[in-house]
């Protein structure tokens, strides 16, 4: 059974930096490329970064683009996200999310809530 | 990378089919097959529900359905049920080798 446990998230300050860490396992780790979404208290879902299986290739969204940084260890079979200079509209619900052999996002975690607040 | 187009809401009674339509531009939808739909529950993750326009995972129902015309694709709920009151999501892959959600659509069952 897949499973991916987010932690890391909590209170911070504008301009304070969070490392939000996933926990895989129940598949092959390094065969998939990884991905982090989040979702804002009651609004959309915004895909945020991912990282492809290598770490060879990695993408962001624009609006983290030069704060954020993605990367993976596959020897722990985990996944990361360095949040630095967090703004208010980077507080969300923030998902550790696994890529499927095409391009879908075939399994989520439960999210790590990352507050931003002074 | 703005987000793809959906109705805010969309609501059918139990039996009836619905449409929730996905509306991008040639870098997204239009570009590529890699549409994929999501359902979400109030406080749970989303689920995969359709990928690659139009097909469906393992044990996901067949009353699902996608397909694509141009920038847009749609997903359609047939005999609708009390369960698929939920929230929905569109996604595609970009042409900057990023991905772009839609700003989603809560299904209600009348």
């Known amino acids: 059974e897949v499973q991916l446990v987010e932690s890391g998230g909590g209170l911070v300050q504008p301009g304070r930096s969070l490392r939000l860490s996933c926990a895989a396992s129940?598949?092959?780790?390094?065969?998939?490329?990884m991905h982090w979404v989040r979702q804002a208290p009651g609004k959309g879902l915004e895909w945020v970064s991912g990282i492809s299986w290598n770490s060879v290739s990695i993408v962001y969204a624009d609006s983290v683009k030069g704060r954020f940084t993605i990367s993976r260890d596959n020897a722990k079979n985990s996944l990361y996200l360095q949040m630095n200079s967090l703004r208010t509209e980077d507080m969300a619900l923030y998902y550790c999310?696994?890529?499927?052999?095409?391009?879908?996002?075939?399994?989520w975690g439960q999210g790590t809530l990352v507050t931003v607040s002074s | 990378q703005s987000a793809l187009t959906q109705p805010a809401s969309v609501s059918g009674s139990p039996g009836q089919s619905i449409t929730i339509s996905c509306t991008g531009t040639?870098?997204?939808?239009?570009?590529?097959?890699?549409v994929s739909w999501y359902q979400q529950h109030p406080g749970k993750a989303p689920k995969l529900m359709i990928y690659?326009?139009?097909n469906r995972p393992s044990g996901v129902s067949n009353r699902f359905s996608g397909s694509k015309s141009g920038n847009t694709a749609s997903l359609t709920i047939s005999g609708l049920q009390a369960e698929d009151e939920a929230d929905y999501y569109c996604s595609s892959y970009t042409s900057s080798g990023t991905y772009v959600f839609g700003t989603g659509t809560k299904v209600s069952v009348l």
């Open positions: 999310v696994k890529r499927g052999p095409n391009r879908e996002f075939d399994y």
């Open positions: 040639s870098s997204d939808v239009g570009g590529y097959n890699y």
């Open positions: 690659d326009v139009s």
């Open positions: 129940g598949f092959t780790f390094d065969d998939y490329a």
